[in-house]
């Protein structure tokens, strides 16, 4: 399927445009389907988007039906303010409240060595409803991207960006702390029917564009191309700065 750009005049505009598509793409799949499952992501612009969804959107769907996975997380105590969960329980869950069934939210064991929380996270997501092909099934999945090009927890020139079959990959030596994480894999994403790559700032203009070039040395740009490729929907939502060298 196609890749769209979805710009916006600044990080705000862009956290109320992903808020909004958010909540179109997961009621949209429930016309269909009996939950629509959403893969979370780290950094700075999530907390707001959330923020936004709880206040605006609250009522657009039944999130009962919807299932929270994230596609890579620090291995650190769960209180701690590295866990990219903890942003989610704080600015999305705690709102929600009742409203999300505990057993919807696919909390991966991080406080576990690497190897433990990896292959327990796999073998929950094993367990999602799957696609056409037999694997598991991300309705929506949200990325970000560093100024590096990596995204998820594969980092450019590192050994977690080597292919493999797994699922959900231990990584060690991050080029950026914590040292310690799990992410999933290229073969993982590949399950996604949509995916919003989400980036604000003129730093990560080279990289955009690098990416959006085709520069397969670029995480980012493995795997948006590894989930168009399987016929998924690949949207960049993007503030004027980060677009800027487009």
């Given at each position: 399927?196609?890749?769209?750009?979805?710009?916006?005049?600044?990080?705000?505009?862009?956290?109320?445009?992903?808020?909004?598509?958010?909540?179109?793409?997961?009621?949209?799949?429930?016309?269909?389907?009996?939950?629509?499952?959403?893969?979370?992501?780290?950094?700075?612009?999530?907390?707001?988007?959330?923020?936004?969804?709880?206040?605006?959107?609250?009522?657009?769907?039944?999130?009962?039906?919807?299932?929270?996975?994230?596609?890579?997380?620090?291995?650190?105590?769960?209180?701690?303010?590295?866990?990219?969960?903890?942003?989610?329980?704080?600015s999305l869950f705690s709102a929600l409240g009742e409203a999300v069934p505990a057993e919807h939210k696919l909390r991966p064991a991080a406080d576990q060595d690497?190897?433990?929380?990896?292959?327990?996270?796999?073998?929950?997501?094993?367990?999602?409803?799957?696609?056409?092909?037999?694997?598991?099934?991300?309705?929506?999945?949200?990325?970000?991207?560093?100024?590096?090009?990596?995204?998820?927890?594969?980092?450019?020139?590192?050994?977690?960006?080597?292919?493999?079959?797994?699922?959900?990959?231990?990584?060690?030596?991050?080029?950026?702390?914590?040292?310690?994480?799990?992410?999933?894999?290229?073969?993982?994403?590949?399950?996604?029917?949509?995916?919003?790559?989400?980036?604000?700032?003129?730093?990560?203009?080279?990289?955009?564009?690098?990416?959006?070039?085709?520069?397969?040395?670029?995480?980012?740009?493995?795997?948006?191309?590894?989930?168009?490729?399987?016929?998924?929907?690949?949207?960049?939502?993007?503030?004027?700065?980060?677009?800027?060298?487009?």
């Amino acid at each position: 399927m196609a890749s769209q750009n979805v710009i916006s005049v600044d990080a705000q505009a862009v956290a109320e445009a992903a808020a909004k598509a958010t909540v179109e793409v997961l009621a949209e799949a429930l016309k269909t389907q009996e939950t629509a499952t959403w893969l979370l992501t780290g950094g700075t612009l999530p907390p707001a988007i959330y923020e936004i969804i709880v206040r605006e959107h609250r009522n657009a769907l039944d999130w009962s039906k919807v299932i929270f996975g994230i596609d890579d997380e620090r291995c650190v105590p769960f209180d701690s303010p590295d866990s990219s969960w903890l942003l989610a329980e704080q600015s999305l869950f705690s709102a929600l409240g009742e409203a999300v069934p505990a057993e919807h939210k696919l909390r991966p064991a991080a406080d576990q060595d690497a190897e433990t929380a990896a292959s327990s996270y796999a073998q929950t997501l094993a367990g999602l409803p799957k696609n056409s092909a037999g694997a598991p099934q991300f309705d929506l999945a949200w990325i970000g991207l560093g100024d590096d090009g990596h995204c998820l927890s594969l980092f450019p020139g590192h050994p977690s960006s080597q292919p493999t079959d797994e699922m959900v990959i231990p990584v060690h030596d991050s080029p950026k702390p914590p040292a310690d994480r799990i992410s999933l894999t290229v073969k993982a994403m590949k399950g996604t029917k949509n995916l919003f790559v989400i980036g604000a700032g003129g730093g990560k203009a080279p990289v955009i564009a690098r990416a959006q070039n085709g520069d397969a040395s670029l995480p980012v740009q493995i795997v948006t191309s590894a989930v168009s490729d399987a016929g998924g929907q690949v949207s960049w939502f993007l503030d004027e700065a980060a677009a800027a060298e487009l």
